[in-house]
Nanobody, 114 residues
Framework: VQLQASGGGLVQAGGSPRLSCAAS????????MNWYRQTPGNQREKVAT???????YYEGSAKGRAAISRDTANNRWYLAMNNLKPEDTAVYYC?????????WGQGTLVTVSS
């Protein structure tokens, strides 16, 4: 499974970007699709999860300001965030999990300016 994240960039505080993750390869083995984020010096933090039944789960400080969704026809999932704050500045990674493996995309940097 190969993952490609996109949609990052410079966003003004209060903005609402949408990140995209494109999956390719043996995608039938994917059970969970995630977004994580990481700031310098900190561990990677899980932001959101969606499963193959479209159940969504949220964690961390972005909870309440994030929405995960997926487009099965195009093998993509998305993270829409609103009311961004400077502390949301991070590298955002998409990830996928099968029964026995986790896959990572390369990350996309979101920089929130105040």
């Amino acid at each position: 499974v190969q993952l490609q994240a996109s949609g990052g960039g410079l966003v003004q505080a209060g903005g609402s970007p949408r990140l995209s993750c494109a999956a390719s390869g043996n995608i039938d083995i994917i059970i969970y699709m995630n977004w994580y984020r990481q700031t310098p010096g900190n561990q990677r933090e899980k932001v959101a999860t969606i499963d193959t039944h479209d159940s969504a789960y949220y964690e961390g400080s972005a909870k309440g300001r994030a929405a995960i969704s997926r487009d099965t026809a195009n093998n993509r999932w998305y993270l829409a965030m609103n009311n961004l704050k400077p502390e949301d500045t991070a590298v955002y990674y998409c990830s996928a999990r099968s029964r026995d493996r986790r896959f990572w995309g390369q990350g996309t940097l979101v920089t929130v300016s105040s």
